[in-house]
Structure formats: C-alpha cells, structure tokens
C-alpha cells in the first residue's frame, strides 16, 4: 500500500489550497479515507474523512471551510481549503483506515501548509 500526498505550500491568511493523495495497493471504494494534521508541539488531529459512498465528518474548526472528496477512478482523495487561517498551519496527513482488505491503517509521507496572517 502507498499514499502519495501533494499540494501543500505557503499561502497568506484567506487563500485556498488543494491537497491530493493518489493510493495504490488498496480496495480504494472499501476504504474509509482521511486527512489528518500535526501542528509543532501538537497532537495529530483528524481533520476530515470519507466513506467508500462518499458520506464525510469534519473537525469542527474547519466546518465550512474544508471539504473532501475522493475519485474512485483515480484512486484519489482530496482536500479542499479555503479561507485558511493562520492556525491551520501544519503537517498534513492522508490515512487509510483499516478495512476488511487490510490489517492496519496505512500514512503518506505528510505535506506542509504554511498559512502566513
């Protein structure tokens, strides 16, 4: 299994982002997707998730602003941001969670987004 994140970089505060991670080696449409991220000195927190017929939880922090999808012919997720705010600064992650294909959750490498005010 891989995870290939990408998209990160550095925005000022209210610009949008988009993040992609392109998987291989799974039964993508069994396969609850999420992105996840670590700001320094913090704990990894979920940010957003996706269900293999595409229902979604968001952290409440980024309600309204963020949304994921995924394309099953691509064997892709996405993460959408926009209006970004300085505290959304981070190492973000793309995780594949267990299913009933796999045995363990599964990381990509982690993409930076820097959000400057």
């Known amino acids: 299994v891989q995870l290939q994140a990408s998209g990160g970089g550095w925005v000022q505060a209210g610009q949008s982002l988009r993040l992609s991670c392109a998987a291989s080696g799974l039964v993508f449409g069994f396969t609850v997707m999420g992105w996840y991220r670590q700001a320094p000195g913090k704990q990894r927190e979920l940010v957003a998730s996706i269900t293999g017929n595409s229902m979604t939880k968001y952290a409440d922090s980024v309600k309204g602003r963020f949304t994921i999808s995924r394309d099953g012919a691509k064997d892709t997720v996405y993460l959408q941001m926009n209006s970004l705010k300085p505290e959304d600064t981070a190492v973000y992650y793309c995780?594949?969670?267990?299913?009933?294909?796999?045995?363990?959750?599964?990381w990509g490498q982690g993409t930076q987004v820097t959000v400057s005010s």
């Open positions: 995780n594949a969670e267990k299913s009933m294909f796999t045995t363990r959750d599964y």
